[in-house]
């Protein structure tokens, strides 16, 4: 695994908590040059000071001129993963506006328009690339509060599979990995109310939530030429949630 990622350029959104966090600095250790982006300064600050050799970008990616302009002169991406996202929780009937806006701007809108500048920055290297997509589970099973977290997260299943469509032709692969629960200090504090967590636990066959390793390690493989005939995949991270 390691060696198809040396010396590969890779861009990770939302690298300042959990998820994100732990792939850029897999990303790492397995040789890529890594560029962490999130919105919080102070998370960046301390992930340079664990691993000095990540380059950082800070930008809130609801802005699109700031995106843009926070990107243009981050060179060459090989590797793209699209991991931040909002999670706003309310019931069906209480969905807000505000709500609604907050997470299709960030978990579709963003994503699109970072793959855009990236997919066409890799279009133009010719040297193709790999991109990864963070979904959930809940992207094609109704969980309970979810509706528009799992609509947004269906939007990216559909935009996964169109942009394989699209930029496979260019030797880019896009592929998204869709997790259960995760152990990262925002699963852990959602998930805290053991009723709610039973009640999530006997959907899921191996009967525990994921760790964030096996996420993470789901999206090295994705990113990897290990896996260089896969494309448009939603790979589901869920102990066999969606398949039972
Ligand atoms: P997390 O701990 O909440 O981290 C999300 C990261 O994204 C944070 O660093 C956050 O920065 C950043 N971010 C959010 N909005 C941003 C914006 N507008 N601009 C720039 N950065 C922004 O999330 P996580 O639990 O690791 O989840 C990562 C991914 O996995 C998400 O796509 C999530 O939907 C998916 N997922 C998570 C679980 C789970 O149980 N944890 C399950 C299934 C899928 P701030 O903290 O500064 O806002």
Redesign the pocket.
Known sequence: MEGSLAHKRALV?????????ATAKALLACGAEVIA????QS?LDSLVQECPKMLTVC????DWEATENALKDVGRIDLLVN?????ILQPFLSVTEDAFDKMFG??VK?LLHISQIIARRMKCCGGGGSIVN????ASQSAVRDHAVYGAS?GAVDTLTKVMALELGPHQIRVNAVN????M????RT?WSDPTKAAGMLSRIPLQRFAEIDEVVNAIIFLLSDRSSMINGVTLPVDGGFLSS
Do not use: C, E, H, Y
């Open positions: 959104t939302g690298a300042g908590k959990g998820i994100g966090r982006l999130t919105r919080t998370d930008v809130d990616i609801n991991n931040a996202a909002v999670v960030v978990n963003a963070i979904s959930s589970q997260k997790p259960t629960v995760v990262t200090a925002r699963g959602g």
